[in-house]
């Protein structure tokens, strides 16, 4: 059964750090993984999708490797902002269970000014 | 492009009535999924629809129900609601199986009393 955690749950770091969110899988037969953003009571944002093929992806300050061999991918965020502030949620869509996402549990990002 | 719309954006309802949540895919997607996402936690799949049919279920219990529009809109139905079914229910739009990059509503948060 494939199971998706991110560590740590929270996080708290000063504007302008850069820093790494973690999420790991247990099972390596993945299509994809997607890392989206979610603020408070709101939608999920899709910040990010790698391939099984993929290495890694970047947009802007937001860089996502992927390592299926060991089931890990970070998320790196250069120059952290405090509009970067939101939870941050990982989801594996597994090989061989059609389209569904499982996710983490998310990781809370504060960034303080 | 709207994204994905979903509503109502807020619910209230009594133990055992029934509800129905409503989404409308992103223009140019064909699959919908929807998730139940409890306070604190990462998005629980309930169900998938492609071509008007059910092709993916999680374990969710036969009060949940849903339906796919010939306009690829979807409904989520649940039926004798419990204090349990509180949750934040998002609404996400694939193209194809699900296997591409999916894309979520901002969510209709249900409250049951």
């Known amino acids: 059964k494939q199971e998706v955690t991110q560590i740590p749950a929270a996080l708290s770091v000063p504007e302008g750090e850069n820093l790494v969110l973690n999420c790991s899988f247990t099972?390596?037969?993945?299509?994809?993984l997607q890392w989206f953003r979610q603020d408070p009571g709101k939608g999920l944002t899709s910040l990010l999708l790698?391939?099984?093929?993929?290495r890694e992806q970047t947009s802007g300050r937001l860089n996502a490797s992927l390592d299926k061999s060991s089931g890990r991918s970070t998320l790196y965020i250069a120059a952290s902002q405090p509009g970067d502030s939101a939870t941050y949620l990982c989801a594996v869509r597994p090989g061989n269970q059609g389209g569904k996402l499982i996710f983490g549990q998310g990781t809370e990002l504060s960034v303080k000014p | 492009d709207a994204g994905v719309t979903q509503s109502p954006t807020h619910l209230i309802k009594t133990r055992g009535q029934q509800v129905t949540l409503r989404c409308s895919p992103k223009s140019g997607h064909d699959t919908v999924s929807w998730y139940q996402q409890a306070l604190g936690q990462g998005p629980q799949f309930i169900f998938q629809y492609y071509e008007e049919e059910e092709r993916q279920r999680g374990n969710f219990p036969d009060r949940f129900s849903g339906h796919q529009f010939p306009n690829y809109s979807s409904e989520l139905n649940v039926n004798a609601l419990l204090l349990g079914d509180s949750a934040l229910y998002l609404c996400a739009s694939s193209l194809g199986r699900g296997h591409t990059e999916a894309f979520f509503g901002q969510g209709t948060r249900l409250t049951v009393v």
């Open positions: 099972d390596s037969a993945i299509y994809n």
């Open positions: 790698i391939q099984s093929s993929q």
